[in-house]
Every structure is written in structure tokens, then in C-alpha cells.
């Protein structure tokens, strides 16, 4: 293609991913989203850092970021059809016209990978090392940053671009039948047997190139990256129709036990989505861990261990978040408009379903987190009822500012911040409460649980609330 | 009997007007088509007509009930095949039929024989069981189609129920179609095809720039006189006018 189209494709190909993230969050709010980025990943690196976590380990750790969002973002085009056409309708990208265009597979595959890197390499990845380098070694002078900021921005691209051709070698391997999953298990044997002989392959990624610019740690880099690219060109078919998938009936015998159509079609939509219902607990265990580090990280400080119900019921009760995330994603209200169900009984069957899922996985972590930490009978039963409570009143919120697209907060900054602050006022006094005092008095238990339980009503309160106004504004689309 | 009634209705998206001020009424056991050129406003007129939208101004009663104030009364009385809708993805077609049932409170038998008749009528039986997202557009048009009239409604509001079929399935379709008016129903279909419309409604009413333009009995319009001669007379817009690059030199 020497004459243009390929320059062609590949600015169209940016476009076509522009307008896709503006649709898919809702318009002009998307192009503030860099200075979002920067800010986000500044106040979390300024966090750590105050918190006492190296730089070394705030650099690792988003490199790690980086690469677990290249291999997601490696799948979104290919894999990610479903969740595209679940929430904007049908969508047909460039990358999928090799058969009615006169351009090679290859060539387009190639132009997605080159776009898709610029893309985040830009909007993502230069505001991600600005603010972290910022946040991280201001203090260490401006020519410090200056130095730091390309390095990092480039290594973190290195390390994107190496995620996204991992997803696409192992998605094409994986087509290719018993040779090519034996193909895509070599290389994992190799890591473990580099692992368990004491090689530290960290030291031959991008991030090695980040510790120390060295010839070995820039080719085994770029080896890498050829690598994975070479077998993506050579195995996946971004066209290949995907074999049917044939299930065993599963809606009439859930309903019986659920007893709302609604909630029954939207677990089983989380169901058989990519992840299964293994994406929920994910969710939850990461704020499992978040709560492990705090708990410690509060007990070196004050020198008194926290208590484990009420930090760990507090923070695992916003898992009900992720948990409403979930079950909205396969929708579109339009859907049930073909049916005689209202917009409230389209709500009515998302409570129920997040009343199944959302505090029975925050209560599954935190009967884990009582038998690892222990604690006393008392704090455990204050602990369970906040989880509850907060679990309710952050779904109530998100239900109330944004209806069925909860996805809506991350780029919409004023109802972020709406959001925000409706988390904030009623949690910090909570998490105070139960990272710094120890033992906890009868009576601020008693608070405690009582405030646990306000958090309840008013999030329900705020669910109902919103109904009226949820009817009106899809009905007036 | 009238089975719907539309009176001065109006709606408009920001600054443009879909529906300009549309008045219309239609019988007990019509097979009314809407046809129009695309932004004439017919599918939001079903919208509006099923309770999916409200009007911003006027009337209308499908059935007797006023769809903006009982959006759920006129949905479990009406079958819906939208334009633009697939069944859900993570869903079998079985599983969707059974979701159907459950929220129209049919028994599990009735629902159990009404998927094996309209998979068989329409030839899916085969892929009951597959996931919907796996299913051709065809297919997911023909378990959309099933769903709308599984309940046997007195009305439905019908918007491209030809499109992804092939021509087998299509005649098999319009027959049924015919003979579900037959049995005294009201059928509202959307369409641009204009032999479509010709060949299967009794009456057509053709929308223009958010208004009924023409109301025409097909098998009432003289011998040299076709329902895409009416359809061009009414619209601001001749086959003649196009782009040069419609035509092949």
C-alpha cells in the first residue's frame, strides 16, 4: 500500500476510536478525560508515596498496570464485540473490512495495533507519566521529571504495545487447535522454569529498560515485542467466524428460584459474559487486598491493629459498585421497552439482583478477612451490618445520578464529583472509626451499627427516589 | 371499530421535528402500513404509539388506553417488533421465549408448545439452544419476530419485519402475517419498501417531514396507477433527482 491508503486507513482508524469513546461516555466530556488521567494517577502515586511506598515500587506497579491493560485493550476489538454491541448497537470496525475492502488482513491488523498504541500511547499513557513522574520526584527538581517522563511514558508504551500483541499471539494460537495451545504453553512453562531458577525476567521486560537503559535489556525488549507480533501475523483471522455457542437451558429453572424475570435474565447475563460471575469475586478481592495493605499500613502507624469488622465491612460494602457495573452491562432500557415492563419494574429487578450478588460476595470476603484477622463477635455483627448498609446506599447513589449507565461517572467529571463527595461525607468518619480507634467503646459501636443501618434506608430511599425520575427521562428520550 | 386513534400529535428531538402534527385513526382487523423515506417520523410514531416515547403535545389511544400515561397496559395487549432490537445476547432463543412468558405471566406449556411452533414455522428449531449473539441477523430477526406475536395480541406494531430474511422465509412471513389479520387482528407495520407495503396492507399511510401525507387504499387505486406512483407524488423527491453516481454510465 505505497500509495497512501495505508496513512489513510490509519487516521480514519484513529477517528473511528475517538468517536467510539465519545459514544461510549457520552460526548465532549471524553476529551477532558487526559486531564482526568493525570490528575487520578497524580493523586494516586502522591497517595502511595505519602503512604511511604517507594518510587521504585509505584514505577513496577503501574508497569504491571500497564501491561494487564494492554492485554485487555488486545481484546477489545476481537473478543470484545459482544460488550460493544450490548452497549452502543451494532458496530462494525475498520479492522473487520479486509473482506469488503481491497486491504490485506495483515495490513489492517497491523494499522489497529500501530493505532490502538498511538492512541493510548497519547491520550492514556503521557498523562499517566506525567502525573505519577510529578507526583513521584517533583521535588526532585524540574530536570529530573524532564528526564523521567519520556523514559517512563516510552517503557509504559513498550509495555502496552507488548500486552496487546500477547492477547492477539494467544487469541490466534488458540484458534489453532492442540499445536497452537502447546505453542501458547511453552512460553509460560519457560517463565516458570526462568521463575523457579532464580532469573529474574522483570530485568529483560520494559520495565528492566525503565531501571537501566542497557543494549541486553532494549533487545530482549524488542525481541519480545517482535515476537508476540510475528505469531499474531502468523495465527490470528480477525475474521474467522466464532463457532456457536450452544447452551443448556438455564432461565426457567433460575427464575423459579429468583422469581423476577428481570433479575434472573440479568445474573445469567453476568453469567455467561466474558468472566463469568469469577469477574464479581475478582472485583471484590481486589478491595480484599486494598483493605489487607490498609489494615496493616494504619496498625504500623498507630500501633494499634485496626479493627477488622468495621474496615473491612466498610470497604468491601463498595464492591457494590462494581457489582451494579456488572449487571447493568449487557443492557439497553430499550430492550424491555418491546415487553409490558415499566422502567420501574426494570429497576425493581436490578435491586433484586444486586441483593442476590453484591453483599452476599462482600459478606463472602468478609467472613474471610474475620477468620484471618479475627476480631471480636461484636465488631464482627457492626461490621456486617455496614457492609450491608454501604453496599445498599452506593447502589441507591449510582442508581440515582445515573440510572442504568453507571459507566457515566468515570468521564463525566461533575457527577464524579457529585458522587464523590456522597461517598466521602458518610465514609470518612466510618474509616476513622475503625482504622484509628481501638478497642471500640460500646457506645461508638452502637453509632457505628446505627449509621450502618441510615446508610441502608437512604440508599434505598434514594433508589425509589429515583425511579419517577428514571420513568420520565427514558420515556422523553 | 377503531384500535387506534392519533390525534395532533407532535414530537420533536432538540430542534428537529420527527412528528409535525399527525392525526390518524385505524380500524378493528387493518393492516395499516406507514411508509416513508427515512426521518419521516414513522418509527417514532410507533414509539410513541407502544409507549417507548412521549408525545410532546395531542393524543393517542391504541386500543383505548392512552400509551404516554399506560405505557405497560398497551404493551401487554400489543406484540412490538422493533427496528433496531436483537434478543439479548448471553440468551438462547428458548431461554428468550421463556423471559417472554415470565413477564407475561403464560403458563410453562403454552410457552413450551409456542417456541416449538414458531421455531419450527420459521426454521430455527435447530439453534434454540445457541447463544443470540452467535445467531445470524436472520436468525435473531426471526426470534424477534416470534416474540412479538408469542402472546397472540390484537394488535402489533410490526417495523421492518422483512429485513435479513431470505425470500423463503419472507413469504412465509407475509403469509402468516395475512392470515393473522384474517383472524381479526390490527397490524401496524413501518416500512420503505413500497412493493411490501402494496402487497400486504389494506390501507397505507404515507409520512413526510414528520406528517401523514397521503392515506391510500392499495387495492382501491386505479389499474395504471401504482403505490409507488403515489409514494413520489407525495414526497419531495423524484428517482430522476439522485446523484449522477446512482446510475452506471
Redesign the interface.
Known sequence: MSDGRARRVFVEMLREEWRLHSRLFRGSHFSLFPVFICLLAGAAAKLLAVTGTEPKTVFAGLHALVFVFGLHTGSIGFVGR?AL??LL?DVTLLVFSARTLPLSQNTLLGLFVVKDSVYYAVLFLLPISLGTVLAVSGAAGPLLVAETVPLLWTTLALTFVLGMGTTIAALGLAGRGVPGLALLAAPLVAVGAALASGVDIVFYTPYGLFLAQTPVRAGTTGASILVVFLLSAGTFDATAP???????????RW?RRIGD?VA??SL??I???AGGFGKVLFSAAILFGVTAALVDFAGQITGVPPSTGISFGAILGLSGFTTYNWLTQ?DDV??Y??????VK?VFVGKFRAFLLLGPLVGLAFYGLALVWRGGSVAEAAVGGVLLVGVACYIFGTTVYLTGLSPNEFLFDTALFAVFGAAMVLPLVPILIAGFAISPLSGTLLAALGGSGGVMAVVGVALYRRSLPKWS?RY??? | MTAIEIESLRKAYGDMTAIADLSLSIDDGEFFGLLGPNGAGKTTTMEILTGQLSPDSGQAAVLGVDPATQPTAVRERAGILPEKESPPSFMTPREYFDFVGAIRDMPDDAVTAQTESWADRLGFTAKLDTLSSDLSRGQQQKVMIAGAFFHEPDVVFIDEPLANLDPIVQERVKRFLRSYRDDGNTIVVTTHDVDVAAELCSRVGIMYGGELVADVRPAELDADVTLLDVFLDNVDATVDQGPKSLTHE
Open positions: 459482544d454491541r450490548n448497537g466464532r463457532p456457536a455457542r450452544t447452551v443448556t437451558p438455564a432461565f426457567r427464575w424475570p434472573t435474565k445469567l447475563d453469567h455467561r459474559s449487557s430499550s430492550l421497552f418491546a415487553h409490558p415492563l415499566s419494574a420520565t420515556q422523553q428520550a
